[in-house]
């Protein structure tokens, strides 16, 4: 409903949170998957809390870049040059992540796909977006089929 989701946005913004989490335990992560469809959800928060996870235990991480139909090789190529620049400023080196590269869906949708193969989805908001995406993801009605936890990186807006 209009009223919740506006409840929640209200909230993230005053409450000033940075990250939403639905918890498991870090014992039981093997795999970790990142959606990127922007370059902005490359940031210095998605990279500290990779390496945070992969320093404590051994974690396969791949990142997931959806790009749209008529985006170019050239998008690709600038996304995995911003993954390996900001993800090696904090010591996630190349060879401890693979990238994939899908065709764009809808955001409930990639992330079913995505939560279906791993055991922590890591959602980045990208910031030049308002923040519906977000509150879409968290109240739409296929959001309770979600098999995986998901860390949702917020920005200060």
């Given amino acids: 409903s209009d009223t919740m989701e506006s409840q929640l946005k209200q909230f993230i913004d005053e409450a000033e949170l940075q990250f939403v989490l639905t918890l498991k335990p870090l014992s039981e992560l093997n795999q970790i998957a990142i959606p990127i469809f922007h370059v902005s959800q490359i940031n210095r928060k998605l990279s500290t809390i990779l390496y945070t996870l992969q320093t404590n235990k051994s974690i396969k991480i791949s990142v997931y870049l959806f790009l749209k139909n008529d985006e170019d090789t050239s998008s690709e190529e600038s996304l995995k040059r911003a993954i390996e620049k900001q993800f090696g400023l904090v010591g996630v080196a190349i060879h401890n992540y693979k990238t994939i590269v899908k065709e764009k ?14 055991d922590l989805v890591v ?35």
Avoid: F, Y
């Fill in 105 to 118: 869906t809808s955001s409930i949708e990639l992330i079913q796909n995505i939560s279906e193969k791993t």
């Fill in 123 to 157: 959602w980045s908001e990208p910031s030049d977006l308002q923040r519906d995406l977000l509150v879409n993801i968290i109240l739409e009605k296929e959001s309770v089929k979600l098999t995986t936890p998901t860390l949702m990186i917020l920005n200060k807006e």
